[in-house]
C-alpha cells in the first residue's frame, strides 16, 4: 500500500530501509555489525574476510566476532562496501536489502554476500571478477558502493588497471550483478575518484578525489602531492545523465579530498568533503544560479610535534558522518587519534559540541610528543578499555540509528597502515564504542565494549568498514 509523506512524495511501506531519515532514527536497535577485514598486504597468507560482531548488550557474545566468511581468493583488499537495495529503493515493493556489496580495491574483484538468509552467518553469492570489469569499461581499483533506486549497483572506480588515475570512472552493475557498463558519459570522466554521494531532487551527484593507484598503493609520499597524482577536486556530475558539469578546486585547504556527503534531507542542497591531508572539513552549496561552491567549514589545526617524520603532523581527517537529523556531524583524526562532534544545525556556522581520544601518535607512551608554543611538550592520556592499551588511531566510523552510539575502527589501509601505525601489522586493529550525548552533545568511551581482532583465528587482522543489516547513515540515500 502506498503511503503520503509530509513532503508530498509517495512511498511503499514494503520497500527497503525508511521512508524518510527521521523515520529511520526511530528503527530498532543495531544487533549486528557486519565489518570488512584485511590480511592482504600485512604478511599473513589468508584471504581477507567479512566479520560478523555481536552489538546486542544483552547477548552473552556481546563485543565479539561470532561469524567469519573467508573470501575464495588471497590478495583482494577489502575496504568499503554497499546495498544493492537501500532506502532510495523505499517505494519499490519487489526490491529486498539482502546483498552486502564488497569491492576489492587491489584486486578488483567484487564480491556480493547473502546478509538475509542467515543474517548472523552471510555466505558468499557471487563474484564479480575484474576481468569481466576491465574489458568490458576498463576500470580498476573499486571502492565506494550504492544502490540506486533503478535497481543498479554503482561502484567508484579508481583508476585503470595499471594504476593510473586518468582511468578511473564510475562502474553500474545491473540488480544480477552483470557489468553493464560506464555510468558517466564518454569524456566525463573526473580527474581523480574516491567517495560519491547524489541528491536525486537537485538532480546532482558529487565526487571525490583521493589520488592515482600507482601513487597511494606504495604508500603515502608528499612528494606524489607535489607532483600531482593526489587529488583537491570535487566533480558535480548532472543526476542520473552522468554528464559532468563543474569541477571544484579546493585548493591548497582542499587536499585529498576524500569522503563526501549531503545532509541527509533530500531537500537540502548542502554537503561536507573530508580533506584529508589539509585536515579541513569543507562544506558544499548550491548558490543562486544554480552552480555549485565551496568553503572550509571546520579546521584541525597541525600539530608541532618531534621525533616524528615531520615537525609538523595533521590531524588526518579520513571519515566523517552526520547523523540522521542532521544534527550533529562527526570526523575522525587518524594521526592525532581524537573523534570530534560538532552541532551542524547551522551547517554555515558548526560547533564543537564533544571530543574523545581513541589513540593516535601522540598518546602517553609514544615517543612522539606535541610541543606547545612557549616550547613544553604534551602528549594524550587514552585510557584502556578492558584492559588493552588502544593502538593505532580512530579511522573508520559507523553510527546507530537514533545517533546514540558510535563505533570506531582504526585501520585505513594495509600499506598506510604499516607505514605510520605498524603496530596494528603486528597486533591487529579493534573496534570501540562510544556513547554520544545527542541532546547537549558530548562523546564518552563505552569501557564494556572492545572488539579484539588481534585474537582472530589466522592471525591478527586489519579492520575497516561497518554496516548494519538494516542500513545506516553512510548506505542510505533519499530520493
Not at 565479539?64 to 581468493?73: A, S
Not at 543498479?152 to 564510475?170: H, P, R, T, W, Y
Not at 561552491?293 to 610535534?305: G, N, W
Request: hydrophobic fraction near 35%; include cysteine; proline fraction near 7%.
Amino acid at each position: 500500500m502506498a503511503v503520503e509523506a509530509s513532503n508530498g512524495h509517495g512511498y511503499c511501506a514494503k520497500g527497503p530501509g525508511y521512508a524518510t531519515p527521521l523515520e529511520a532514527m526511530s528503527g530498532p536497535r543495531e544487533k549486528l555489525l557486519y565489518v570488512t577485514c584485511v590480511y592482504s598486504g600485512t604478511g599473513i597468507e589468508k584471504p581477507d574476510y567479512l566479520a560478523t560482531v555481536d552489538v546486542d548488550p544483552s547477548s552473552p557474545t556481546y563485543s565479539e566476532v561470532i561469524h567469519r566468511v573467508p573470501m575464495p581468493y588471497l590478495g583482494d583488499e577489502l575496504h568499503h562496501s554497499g546495498w544493492n537495495s537501500c532506502s532510495s529503493c523505499h517505494g519499490d515493493p519487489s526490491a529486498v536489502r539482502r546483498f552486502l556489496i564488497l569491492p576489492s580495491l587491489i584486486s578488483g574483484r567484487i564480491y556480493v554476500i547473502d546478509t538475509k538468509t542467515n543474517p548472523q552467518a552471510p555466505a558468499l553469492h557471487k563474484v564479480v571478477e575484474p576481468k569481466d570489469i576491465i574489458e568490458k569499461t576498463g576500470l580498476a581499483y573499486p571502492h565506494t558502493s550504492h544502490c540506486l533506486a533503478s535497481g543498479d549497483i554503482m561502484v567508484s572506480c579508481l583508476g585503470d588497471q595499471d594504476g593510473k588515475a586518468e582511468g578511473n570512472g564510475f562502474l553500474l552493475l545491473d540488480s544480477e550483478f552483470n557489468v553493464k557498463g560506464r555510468w558517466e558519459k564518454p569524456g566525463h570522466s573526473p580527474l581523480f575518484g574516491y567517495d560519491f554521494w547524489y541528491q536525486p531532487r537537485h538532480k546532482t551527484m558529487i565526487s571525490s578525489s583521493w589520488g592515482a593507484p600507482a601513487a597511494f598503493i606504495k604508500g603515502f609520499n608528499l612528494q606524489d602531492v607535489a607532483d600531482g597524482l593526489y587529488g583537491r577536486h570535487l566533480h558535480v556530475y548532472s543526476w542520473p545523465n552522468g554528464e559532468l558539469k563543474q569541477t571544484l578546486d579546493l585548493g591548497d585547504t582542499g587536499l585529498l579530498p576524500l569522503e563526501v556527503r549531503f545532509l541527509h534531507d533530500p531537500s537540502k542542497d548542502v554537503g561536507f568533503v573530508g580533506c584529508a591531508l589539509t585536515s579541513n572539513m569543507v562544506r558544499f552549496f548550491k548558490t543562486q544560479d544554480g552552480s555549485w561552491s565551496h568553503e572550509v567549514a571546520m579546521s584541525v589545526k597541525p600539530l608541532k610535534v618531534q621525533n616524528w617524520i615531520l615537525p609538523e603532523m595533521p590531524g588526518l581527517i579520513t571519515d566523517f558522518l552526520i547523523s540522521l537529523d542532521d544534527r550533529y556531524l562527526y570526523f575522525v583524526n587518524w594521526l592525532h587519534g581524537d573523534v570530534r562532534q560538532y552541532n551542524i544545525e547551522d551547517p554555515e556556522n558548526p560547533v564543537l559540541v564533544g571530543q574523545v581520544w581513541v589513540g593516535g601518535m601522540i598518546q602517553k607512551g609514544s615517543a612522539v610528543v606535541a610541543e606547545k608554543e612557549d616550547g613544553m611538550t604534551w602528549q594524550v592520556d587514552v585510557p584502556e578499555i578492558k584492559g588493552n592499551k588502544l593502538r593505532g588511531g580512530p579511522q573508520m566510523i559507523q553510527c546507530s540509528l537514533d545517533g546514540k552510539r558510535l563505533y570506531v575502527t582504526n585501520s585505513l589501509f594495509s600499506t598506510w597502515d604499516r607505514q605510520f601505525y605498524p603496530q596494528l601489522l603486528e597486533k591487529g586493529s579493534h573496534m570501540v564504542q562510544i556513547d554520544v550525548d545527542t541532546k547537549r552533545g558530548g562523546l564518552e568511551i563505552n569501557p564494556n565494549f572492545f572488539v579484539d581482532f588481534g585474537s582472530e583465528p589466522d592471525g591478527p587482522s586489519l579492520a575497516h568498514e561497518m554496516r548494519y543489516p538494516g542500513g545506516d547513515c553512510t548506505s542510505d540515500i533519499w530520493i
